[in-house]
Each structure stands twice: as structure tokens, then as C-alpha cells.
């Protein structure tokens, strides 16, 4: 990979720091917030369930349903009348974070295999009743998209400074909470959307950074927060950290296939943000196929049917 200018640092850092799925990760990267919209689309919609499940105390679980609520995500549905009884349902808003809760689900069973918990092992689509793995797949040309096959450039007519104003006036303030795992070898996704410094190191390295240097200059994280992500993210096995200079000493962070493997989570955010945050405005940053120019427009498909997948099209049951 070629040598970035300062300026391409800059400019790289920039488009990550103010790009949608940043935004949208100040709402939702919270690591319990993601275990009970992971939980919501399981169908576990009461209270007790909740608790049970993500392993939240009582006054997490309720704070961060009452966030969900707020931000029209999630909504209250009585079940009981007398006492009042509510459980917790995904809106249509919620329900569009299907294809991101997919791409989780497959990112785990692919690259932590017996480690993974509380997520179904297997995933049946009704439509064909039999088992899949989702597909990020782009309706141009009908190939699956890979890191590899998208590009990324500003879109100039994005005024960054002013949504990215709007937006952290709505960040809640339940990221101050942010939750890393120490243990490289047991990382799940929800560690690394669940951490600020996490994300930014990631999308970075999606968005072409590679170097020690370019990382804490493009995004401007201390050293000792970004040596610490670096060596979790390598000890988990997302980067690769390989020498390109001796004395002194440098490195640089090449993405692993598990690494790359992480864009469709990317990129299911990047468009429910699209949809949902900005209204169908475009954010910072345009991608593209590389079949053409134009931004790129991608569904989640089933493996085996190549159908498109909807929440209520798909089971976790067994296929019989
Ligand atoms: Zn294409
Ligand atoms: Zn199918």
C-alpha cells in the first residue's frame, strides 16, 4: 500500500470522525443497549426476560430501554391491564437494524465459532426453510460485497460540521459507560461497537489508514489509548502488526480476513444511519462498488435462496 501525504491522514481521519456510522454509534454503541436490541430481535420482549438474558442490573436494563424509547427505537406494549404490564418492541426504526444485527450474528459464528453465547447457532429462512448465512450483497451486479471491492470519497455536499454539531448534542449519556473486554481471544462484536476507540481504529483502517503514526494523527487519540486498542484489536485478530521501518522501530496495522471481515456490520450501519438519521440524506462519505461510480445499494440476502431477508422471514429453529 502506497505511503499516505499528511493531508491524506487528515483528510482520512476527518471523513471517519464525522462519517454516519460514528454518529450512530454514539447512540448505539453502548454495549447494553446492543445486547437488548440483539435480545429484541430474539424475541425476548418482556422486562425479565431482558434481564435475564443480556445480564444487566435493573437500573441498566431500564435506563437503556427508556433511551431506546426516547430515540423512537423501541416502543411500549401493554400485555396486561391490571396491574399494567408493558414488554418492549422494535418500531419500524428498530426493526431496520435487522440487517446490522445479522451481520453481528454472522461475524460471530464465522470467527468465534464455540465461543460465541446466547446467539442462536444456527438461522433458518422461511421462505426456502433451509439454514443461511446473510449475504452483503449489491443489487448492480449481484456480487458480495467485500473490503476489497468498495471505495470510499468525501461527498462534498455533506456540510459535516453542522449535523456533526446536531448530532452530539443527541448523544446520550450512557457512552460514557463504554465497556472493552480485556481479553483479546474472547472479543465480541458487541466489544468493539461498544467502545468509541475501537470503532474509529476499525473504520480507519476500512477507510485505508495502516500506520501507528496515521492513526493517532488522522483520528487524534492519545498513545496510550491507541497502543492499548492496537494491541487488543491484534490480540483478537483483527490486525496483523508487521515492522516496515527499523531504527527506530515503526509499525503498521493491516486488517486480517476477520478484520475485513467486519465491513458488512460497517455498512449495515452506514445505511440504516442514511435511512434513519439523516432521512435519506447522504452522510460524509459515498461508497462504491467498484461495478460503478454511483453510490453503492446493497441488501442482505439469504445464502441458500438469495432472497432478501426480513425479521419476520427467519427462525431460529432447527431446520426439521
Ligand atoms: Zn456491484
Ligand atoms: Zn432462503
Request: hydrophobic share 40%; net charge positive.
Amino acid at each position: 500500500m502506497a505511503t499516505l501525504s499528511p493531508e491524506q491522514v487528515k483528510a482520512t481521519g476527518q471523513l471517519v470522525l464525522n462519517s454516519l456510522v460514528a454518529q450512530c454509534l454514539g447512540l448505539l454503541g453502548d454495549r447494553w443497549t446492543l445486547l437488548v436490541i440483539r435480545d429484541l430481535f430474539l424475541r425476548r420482549h418482556r422486562f425479565e426476560a431482558l434481564l435475564q438474558h443480556t445480564g444487566a442490573v435493573r437500573s441498566t436494563l431500564a435506563n437503556r430501554l427508556k433511551v431506546l424509547v426516547q430515540q423512537g427505537i423501541v416502543y411500549r406494549n401493554p400485555y396486561q391491564m391490571s396491574p399494567a404490564r408493558y414488554e418492549y418492541r422494535l418500531t419500524p426504526k428498530g426493526l431496520g437494524l435487522y440487517d446490522f444485527a445479522l451481520a453481528i450474528w454472522s461475524w460471530e459464528q464465522k470467527w468465534l465459532g464455540d465461543e460465541v453465547v446466547d446467539l442462536p447457532p444456527v438461522l433458518v429462512h422461511r421462505s426456502c426453510k433451509k439454514p443461511f448465512s446473510p449475504i452483503c450483497k449489491c443489487l448492480s451486479c449481484d456480487e458480495a460485497i467485500t473490503s476489497n471491492s468498495v471505495t470510499n470519497r468525501p461527498n462534498s455536499a455533506y456540510l459535516a460540521t453542522t449535523r456533526a454539531t446536531n448530532f452530539s448534542k443527541r448523544r446520550s449519556k450512557i457512552s460514557a459507560g463504554s465497556h472493552t473486554a480485556r481479553d483479546g481471544s474472547l472479543f465480541h462484536a458487541t466489544d468493539i461497537l461498544g467502545d468509541r476507540w475501537n470503532n474509529l481504529i476499525l473504520g480507519g483502517a476500512l477507510y485505508g489508514l495502516r500506520r501507528y503514526d496515521d492513526f493517532q494523527r488522522g483520528l487524534g487519540i492519545s498513545t496510550n489509548i491507541l497502543a492499548d486498542r492496537l494491541k487488543l484489536l491484534v490480540e483478537a485478530g483483527l490486525f496483523n502488526r508487521v515492522a516496515y521501518q527499523s531504527g527506530p522501530k515503526r509499525y503498521q496495522y493491516n486488517l486480517t480476513a476477520k478484520g475485513q471481515d467486519y465491513l458488512p456490520v460497517a455498512m449495515a450501519l452506514h445505511k440504516w444511519s442514511e435511512r434513519w438519521l439523516t432521512q435519506g440524506e447522504r452522510g460524509n462519505v459515498i461508497l462504491s462498488h467498484h461495478c460503478e461510480d454511483a453510490p453503492v445499494q446493497f441488501v442482505f440476502c439469504c445464502s441458500a435462496c438469495e432472497g432478501v431477508l426480513h425479521p419476520h422471514d427467519v427462525t431460529t429453529a432447527p431446520p426439521c
